[in-house]
C-alpha cells in the first residue's frame, strides 16, 4: 500500500541517535531553468541539515532547521520546466536565494547529499561563484565531500525499474506529492534513507577513491554507447569521461577495450581524491 508523503512523515518518524558525536549533513535539491550550470541558473533551491548516526544508520532532521529559496533567473522559464517544477514566472518574479546561508550551512556539514551530486554541486558552486568568487575557493567549501544516494547506493537488490527519487520512494511504500520541487525532495530524500537503511552506505561509499577515464579518440558513432554507460560528453575538450570507484577501473577499461579495441583508442585516467569526486 502507497501512502502520501507528508512533511510530518519525516519529523515524526526520528529513530533515536544514540552516538556521542553525529555526524553533520544537509540533504540538497535544485531546480534549475536547463541543465547547463555555466549559462543556466538556479531557480529554486532547498537545504535540509539532518543528523547521521554511524553506529546505527539513524536519520534525525527537523523541517524548521531547513532553507529553501526562490530566485528569478531573469529571463522566462521553459514551458517544460513550468510543467515539471509547477513553477512561474510570477512566482519567481524578483526572487534572491540567500547564497551567504547556503554557502555557510554547506560549510558547516561533514557530507553533502543530493540524488545525482554531480549535477547539484556544479550548479551550487557555479552559483556561489557568480555570488562571491573568493567564496568558491575557500577550501571548507570546494573541498567539501559530497555523496550521491542516486550512484553512491547499490539499488540493484531492489530491481528499479529506475533509480528516480519518485520510483525509489514508491518502492519503499510512500509516494510523493508535490515531485520536482526543492523543499520536498529534500524531505523524501531523507525519508527514503530512513526507510531503507542505506545512509551508512551512503557515508562509506562517499569516502572512497574514484578516477575519471577519459575516452580519448573514441569515434562520433560511439557516442550513444558511451552516454549509455555513463559518460558525460565535455565540450570544452571533445570527450567523453565518466567517473568510477578506484576498484572499478580495470573492468571498466576492459569494457572500453572490448568496444573499441580494434580501433585506434587511448583511454586516459585521472586519479580523484573522494571530495573532488562529484564535481
Known amino acids: 500500500i502507497l501512502h502520501p508523503f507528508n512533511q510530518a512523515n519525516l519529523d515524526a518518524a526520528q529513530p533515536a541517535i544514540q552516538c556521542d558525536k553525529p555526524i553533520k549533513c544537509v540533504a540538497v535539491d535544485t531546480e534549475t531553468e536547463g541543465l547547463e550550470a555555466v549559462s543556466h541558473r538556479i531557480v529554486e533551491i532547498s537545504v535540509r541539515p539532518f543528523l547521521f548516526d554511524p553506529q ?30 509547477h513553477l512561474t514566472d510570477a512566482e519567481l518574479k524578483g526572487q534572491q536565494i540567500d547564497w551567504q546561508r547556503v554557502f555557510d550551512m554547506i560549510c558547516e556539514a561533514q557530507l553533502v547529499v543530493a540524488h545525482n551530486a554531480s549535477f547539484d554541486r556544479r550548479f551550487v558552486e557555479t552559483e556561489v561563484y557568480r555570488w562571491d568568487q573568493k567564496k568558491v575557493v575557500e577550501p571548507k567549501f570546494v573541498k567539501k565531500l559530497w555523496g550521491c544516494s542516486l ?32 523543499y520536498d525532495d529534500t524531505a523524501m530524500l531523507l525519508r527514503m534513507l530512513q526507510l531503507s537503511g542505506r545512509m551508512s552506505e551512503l557515508w562509506l561509499n562517499a569516502h572512497l577513491p574514484a578516477c575519471e577515464i577519459w575516452a580519448d579518440g573514441s569515434p562520433y558513432e560511439s557516442k550513444d554507447r558511451l552516454s549509455g554507460h555513463g559518460y558525460r560528453w565535455f565540450k570544452e575538450r571533445k570527450c567523453w569521461m565518466k567517473v568510477v570507484l578506484l576498484s572499478d577501473t580495470e573492468t571498466e577499461l576492459a569494457w572500453l577495450k572490448q568496444q573499441y579495441g580494434y580501433m585506434k583508442f587511448a583511454a586516459r585516467v585521472d586519479s580523484l581524491a573522494a571530495w573532488q569526486r562529484y564535481k
Not at 544508520?57 to 520546466?81: C, F, M, N, R, T
Not at 525499474?161 to 519503499?172: E, R, T
Request: aromatic share 8%; glycine share 8%.
Open 151 to 182: 550512484h553512491g547506493i547499490d539499488w540493484s537488490n531492489l530491481e528499479p525499474p529506475s533509480k528516480a527519487l519518485q520510483v525509489l520512494c514508491w518502492m519503499h511504500g510512500f509516494f510523493p506529492e508535490n515531485a520536482h520541487r526543492a
Open 56 to 85: 546505527t544508520g539513524a536519520i534525525e532532521s527537523h523541517k524548521e532547521h531547513a532553507y529553501h529559496g526562490l530566485q528569478d533567473p531573469g529571463v522566462p522559464l521553459d514551458e517544460d520546466i513550468k510543467r515539471i517544477t
